[in-house]
């Protein structure tokens, strides 16, 4: 493995994307699983979701776009609607 390389990611994208946060690092799209708990009007719901997450190879940086977002709001729409 290249130094300074994190372990697990799976290359789905390499545009050569430049890092906003260090402004050294290759950002390469991954999926990765995300659990949390989100308060609702009718109380705590728990998801799991799968978002397209951007990481910096070298820093370690995370961020989502939209479409994870959009997941994300869906997850907590599909709890809450359980609980009805």
């Known amino acids: 493995m290249p130094p300074n ?3 697990g990611l799976a290359m789905v994208r390499d ?3 430049g890092c906003a946060f260090c402004g050294h690092g290759t950002v390469i799209k991954r999926q990765e699983e995300l ?3 989100q308060w609702t009007d009718r109380g705590y719901v728990f998801c799991k979701v799968s978002v397209p997450t951007a990481v910096c190879e070298r820093c370690g940086s995370k961020s ?3 479409a994870a977002e959009a ?3 869906e997850a907590v729409r599909r709890e809450l609607e359980k609980l009805r």
């Open 64 to 66: 989502w776009d939209d």
């Open 5 to 7: 390389r994190l372990p």
């Open 15 to 17: 545009d050569g994307e």
């Open 71 to 73: 997941i994300i709001e």
């Open 35 to 37: 659990a949390f708990h």
